[in-house]
């Protein structure tokens, strides 16, 4: 059908207006694109530039250098070891079972280490770098660098980890550091990222703990450039972080070293402490425990042995244990007597072998009873008498304060864990904490060193430091940090009176000097060294038995305590051998040995021993030097 002309006209007007009209809306269109492309490529430029940035370049933190423990003399304490260890990010490996199954064709993988990996990369976000294997050698290491292209998400790593090179020595101070656990994190309200750092390690206990944040330092961070999966391309730069402090303790290696061999197999403790500044010498506890055991993960097996040995090795008994002090505690007790001018030097008491309190009988260590006695011969052959019929005259109260004036009662300050504070009784705490009178008979028991008095072995040190010098002495174990020196622990006069301290300590003299003396079989006979001491046994059962009547853990404590040389004293000792039996016999030589060798800096000369006791001390030196070695030997293999 033909069109008209009229009809072709209307047509053309009717595709040139739609022509203009899908023209106009793509040109619209155009315009719309045009302005968008302009505002991001040049007004929005900035922030996609940072989106890209932050899509190939990824922030690692650097672990820091944990600070280094040195002895007194420089030697190391606590070191860091390069260790090589495997980590896997979740978000970079894609199919992490598949990534591991190859990975454990190039090493071998632990599988309990395994599947606490893969427990954790299910409960951490997927671009936390988890440990998939610790300690590794250096040739797996190279294997997985070479196949790292088909291990995506996996990263050979060296980093530093803590090591103890003198292994069992230390451990009971120095304490150990282990990896970062939900329950440290706990203890922060914002944790530091570097403390999410795989296998990040931080102190446990002792000095690592209570100096965590000055040991740890501070993380460094680098940026690296990573490919389309997610593998390090390059490293584009590095802020190297702060490395912990470094320490420096008071106490000496060697003679730490010593007290740990002459202690043997002994459940037993020690302190020196230099009577001039405070300064903590050693301090020991036997037995004792490899640190390094606790940093490489131990074994249940391990930890079991460690619990159930009845000696208790995880103890730190110097700070730790508290005591019932024994005789050593009668040093107290003829001080507050002084001191309230109760008795003199040449007052007497009768002792006929025990004392009548009421309907009971207080007994004296000497059934026979020691005749009439004077201060001196009170410490010197330890008359219990002397001090229950003193005790009563003087009463608890004016005990109890001397015994803090002493040191006792009162936690200690020193960086270590779980430091007690002993038992210093009086009235007023019986009535608080068992909610009853304090009776007469309490304070007969607690002038003898038994009852509720308990005293630790580094409470007994400081006493004894503070009767040599008559200054309020106090223990520094830490003797400087990051370079900084601590404070001195010399201490201001104490508030007694000089001549009473001087009959004291003349008293403590003949208990090791005077024939009569308790401890005299293990005197010092080198004039310039000879020593004070006072020995001390404590009960363990509330009844007359015979030590060897009886199971270990029934038997009483040996207890001595002693400071040297007597004319111008330099080191102050204590000693607790748990159910050792007697002070005299058991404590007393090993206080002996430890003194000398503290004084000589090294192995005495046989001539510092009575005559009598030179053939035994010579062949208990070189065993004592045998096993220092065969020890120092097997530790180097173990290292």
């Known amino acids: 059908m033909r069109r008209t002309p009229r009809e072709s006209a209307d047509s053309t007007r009717k595709i040139t207006r739609r022509g203009l009209m ?17 505002h991001m490529q040049v007004d929005q430029a900035d922030e996609f530039r ?3 940035e932050e899509n190939r370049v990824n922030i690692h933190l650097i672990p820091p250098s944990r600070g280094r423990i040195f002895d007194r003399e420089g030697r190391v304490i606590a070191d860091n070891e390069p260790t090589y260890r495997i980590t896997m990010r979740r978000e970079d490996a894609g199919d992490v079972e598949d990534v591991i199954r190859r990975l454990s064709a190039l090493v071998e993988l632990d599988e309990k280490e395994v599947a606490r990996a893969l427990e954790e990369m299910r409960t951490s976000p997927p671009f936390l770098q988890v440990t998939i294997a610790d300690r590794v050698s250096w040739d797996a290491i190279s294997r997985v660098a070479v196949n790292a292209p088909a291990l995506p998400g996996v990263t050979p790593e060296v980093g530093l980890s803590r090591f103890y090179p003198q292994h069992q020595t230390f451990a009971h101070v120095v304490g150990y550091v282990g990896p970062v656990s939900d329950r440290d994190l706990a203890r922060y309200e914002d944790p530091e990222p570097v403390l ?3 296998r990040f390690q931080i102190g446990k206990v002792g000095i690592e703990a209570k100096f965590e944040d000055r040991l740890r330092g501070s993380a460094g961070a680098k940026r690296v450039e990573v490919n389309a999966v997610g593998r390090v391309m390059r490293e584009l730069d590095r802020r190297e972080g702060e490395a912990g402090a470094d320490m420096q303790l008071t106490v000496d290696s060697e003679l730490q070293d010593y007290i740990k061999a002459r202690l043997g197999e002994e459940s037993a403790s020690a302190v020196v ?17 490899d640190p390094n055991k606790f940093v490489r993960g131990i074994s249940v097996k391990d930890y079991g042995e460690l619990r159930e040995n009845n000696h208790r090795p995880l103890a730190s008994k110097t700070v730790q244990d508290a005591y019932p002090p024994g005789s050593t505690f009668k040093i107290v007790t003829v001080l507050a007597g002084l001191e309230a001018g109760i008795i003199g030097p040449d007052d007497t008491v009768y002792c006929p072998g025990y004392l009548e309190v009421g309907s009971r009988r207080f007994h004296c260590w000497k059934r026979a009873g020691h005749g009439h006695v004077n201060l001196e011969r009170s410490l010197r052959d330890s008359c219990d008498v002397y001090y229950y019929d003193l005790a009563m005259k003087v009463g608890i109260e004016k005990i109890a304060d001397m015994g803090r004036r002493l040191g006792l009662g009162a936690a200690p300050d020193v960086p270590m864990s779980a430091v007690t504070a002993g038992l210093m009784p009086d009235k007023e705490w019986k009535r608080r904490e068992r909610g009853a009178e304090w009776l007469i008979g309490d304070t007969v028991n607690a002038s003898i060193g038994q009852g509720f008095v308990l005293t630790s072995p580094l409470q007994q040190a400081i006493m004894v430091s503070r009767v040599a010098t008559g200054r309020a002495v106090s223990p520094r174990l830490v003797r400087s940090i990051g370079g900084i020196e601590s404070p001195s622990g010399a201490g201001a006069p ?14 403590m003299f003949s208990v090791s000097n005077s024939r009569r003396g308790t401890a005299y079989r293990s005197r010092i006979i080198a004039d310039d060294m000879r020593m004070a001491g006072k020995t001390g046994t404590s009960q363990v059962l509330n009844r007359v038995v015979r030590n060897s009547d009886v199971p270990w853990e029934e038997r009483d404590h ?25 002070g005299s016999s058991t404590a007393a030589p090993i206080a002996r040995d430890i003194t000398l060798q503290a004084l000589y800096k090294g192995t005495p000369p046989l001539d510092a021993y009575p005559a009598s006791d030179r053939g035994r001390i ?10 220092r070695r065969a020890r120092a030997e097997e530790e180097g293999r173990r290292a």
Do not use: C, T
Not at 22 to 38: D, E, N, Y
Not at 618 to 627: I, V
């Open 618 to 627: 010579q062949a208990q030196q070189e065993r004592l030097e045998r096993e």
């Open 196 to 198: 999410r750092i795989p």
């Open 273 to 289: 402490m230099d009577v001039e500044n405070g300064d903590v010498l050693a301090i020991a506890s036997s037995p004792s425990y």
């Open 494 to 507: 104490l508030d007694i009176d000089p001549q009473h301290l001087r009959w004291v300590r003349k008293a």
């Open 50 to 52: 940072l989106l890209a």
């Open 558 to 582: 040996a207890l001595f305590v002693n400071f040297a040389p007597f004319e111008a004293p330099r080191v102050a000792v204590s000693i607790v051998v748990e159910h050792g039996g007697g």
């Open 22 to 38: 899908l023209g106009g809306a793509q040109l619209a269109f155009a315009g719309v694109l045009g302005l968008r492309m302009h």
